[in-house]
């Protein structure tokens, strides 16, 4: 009844009345997206150029970008701050209808959830608690992604942009690196200074620990809350846990058996990072051959990699919407 009255309404606007017809309205919004949608691309570029050219100024060449060890420029913030926005922006649509409480908690689990986690399997004080600067940029890029008006939807759309989703999945792999080897080496530091337990008589440094606590620093957020279980290594095809998983163990074999310099390891990996997000297909046109052979040598996996991720019945009727006996 009520789209027969819509209609009947529709019907009755005439070219001619001074009112807009339904044809218009569409045409309208469609060139204020239009609008929106320049104008993001415009902006994007111009910050993306605005960062290139203050980094390029300054001289600090590339290795102190992407290992975050520079503080004589505002390389340090620019990254750090960037690395929340994108964080925010991908969080945005999982939060979207929640409380503003359990949206900014659920923000954080995802920026700091492997910053939490690893400190506290060594007993030490999370990241987020020491660098208190993190704490206070996570929740000014949570509210001007969420709650400035007019400006957080046009945030969206210029990040959504493609030079700046390239800019900001930049500094985004940088600080993730800055995440998995400050947590793998805060790990080897904790457990050669544990005095409490005698050391194992078999490893003259530890392994495991550090390779664990790198991981979580890749993609712990991931785990958490802790109702979500194992269900990101479920099936291993989650690029940002793989890539948990394989930096680490490549940090860890240069840096401790092949003697290469720990920020030149660092810097290595972060590019290995960056690389797989900016250029998806190749990478996985490189990558799948690598973990099939390494199935097949090890035996590990019968069956091959599945292409789509798997789906419950439940999950299917829920999406599908009501039966047709409703």
């Known amino acids: 009844v009520l789209a027969a009255r819509a209609d009947r309404g ?18 309208s919004e469609g060139a204020k997206m239009g609008r929106e949608i320049g104008a993001a691309d415009v902006a994007g570029c111009v910050v993306a150029g605005a960062v290139a050219v203050y980094l390029c100024t300054q001289g600090l060449g590339l290795k102190p970008i992407l290992t975050l060890t520079d503080r004589t420029s505002w390389a340090w913030e620019i990254t750090s701050m960037c690395f929340f926005l994108k964080v925010a922006q991908d969080s945005k649509s999982k939060v979207a209808g929640f409380y503003w409480a359990k949206a ?106 550090p390779l664990v606590c790198g991981f979580f620093g890749g993609c712990g957020g991931a785990f958490l809350p802790l109702s979500n279980g194992l269900k990101p290594i479920e099936e291993g095809k989650v690029w940002n846990v793989r890539a948990a998983f394989f930096c680490p163990l490549i940090y860890f074999v240069a840096t401790r058996f092949c003697g290469v310099e720990m920020l030149t390891a660092k810097m290595g990996i972060c590019l290995f990072r960056m690389v797989g997000d900016l250029f998806p ?41 009501p039966s047709r006996g409703a």
Request: proline share 8%; aromatic share 10%; net charge negative.
């Open 10 to 27: 529709r019907a009755t606007i005439a070219p001619g009345s001074g009112l807009p017809t339904e044809s218009e309205r569409e045409e």
């Open 104 to 209: 900014l908690v659920a923000t954080g689990i995802a920026a700091f959830g492997g910053g939490f986690l690893a400190p506290l399997l060594v007993g030490h004080t999370p990241v987020p608690l020491m660098e208190e600067t993190f704490t206070w940029m996570l929740v000014v890029a949570w509210y001007v992604t969420h709650h400035v008006p007019a400006f957080s939807d046009f945030l969206t759309a210029m990040m959504n942009t493609p030079v700046s989703w390239a800019m900001f999945t930049f500094f985004f792999n940088i600080f993730k690196t800055q995440q998995i080897v400050g947590n793998l080496e805060l790990a080897a530091k904790a457990v050669a200074a544990e005095d409490l337990l005698p050391h194992s008589a078999y490893f003259p440094f530890a392994i495991a620990g």
């Open 281 to 321: 297909e190749p990478r996985d046109h490189v990558m799948n051959p690598i973990t099939r052979a390494l199935y097949k040598g090890t035996n590990v996996r019968d069956t091959p990699l599945p292409i789509v991720v798997p789906v419950s019945k439940a999950e299917i009727a829920s999406s599908a919407g």
